[in-house]
């Protein structure tokens, strides 16, 4: 299962979900989702999304064995 | 209009599609109880299997695209973003199952009882798109609600 600790990486930039999606630009739903486990990213979204938070893929993304 | 505009405008606009695809589904399912309730009648046969074709062709439109009717090439893209484009590929399998479960049992009813060529593509095309339409509502509407 994929985990990511998005949420406390955008709480800890002082972003609401929609501020986030316009950085990346996707809708909030779509943060929204991915915060909560809902829907496994792409690739390219899981990078723009690091690269948005200033994070790399691994440190907002791993699997949990 | 900002990108966080933008934002807000699609989150409205995914809210309203997700309502709408799932009473069009739903209004689409009910409207084919008079039809095979009454397969007989002819009166106005030709009206009734006009509008249900025009409708089918209409939400087949709306599972391809998410929204043709929709203005506005930014909003639209934020739209039909990853997680809907998820959501419409899942829906149109859902509505492929569906059609294929239809078709199968129609073969297996037509061996005991005779059933029209426009009866049984009325059934199929029922199935699949209505199936499709609701599945994508209801996976959007979850969607939005998490959270």
Known sequence: MLINRLREARVAKGWTQAELAAQVGVSRKTINTVENRVFTPSTTLAIKLATALGLSVEQLFWIDR | ?147
């Open chain 2, 1 to 147: 209009m900002s990108e966080i505009e933008r934002i807000e405008k699609a989150e409205r606009l995914g809210r309203s599609r997700s309502r709408v695809f799932f009473v069009m589904a739903i209004v689409f399912f009910v409207g084919q109880i008079p039809y095979f309730s009454n397969p007989g009648a002819t009166g106005d046969a030709p009206f009734r299997i006009g509008a249900w074709l025009i409708l089918a062709m209409l939400m087949l439109l709306l599972i391809a695209t998410g929204g043709f009717l929709l203005r506005g090439r930014k909003v639209l893209d934020l739209l039909n973003d990853e997680t809907s484009r998820t959501n419409q590929l899942a829906s149109q399998a859902v509505g492929f199952w569906a059609a294929m479960i239809a078709a199968l049992s129609l073969y297996v009813a037509a061996m005991f009882k005779t059933v029209s060529l426009n009866a049984a593509v009325h059934i199929i095309v029922t199935a699949g798109v209505g199936s499709a339409l609701l599945s994508f509502a209801t996976r959007e509407r979850r969607a939005h609600r998490i959270g």
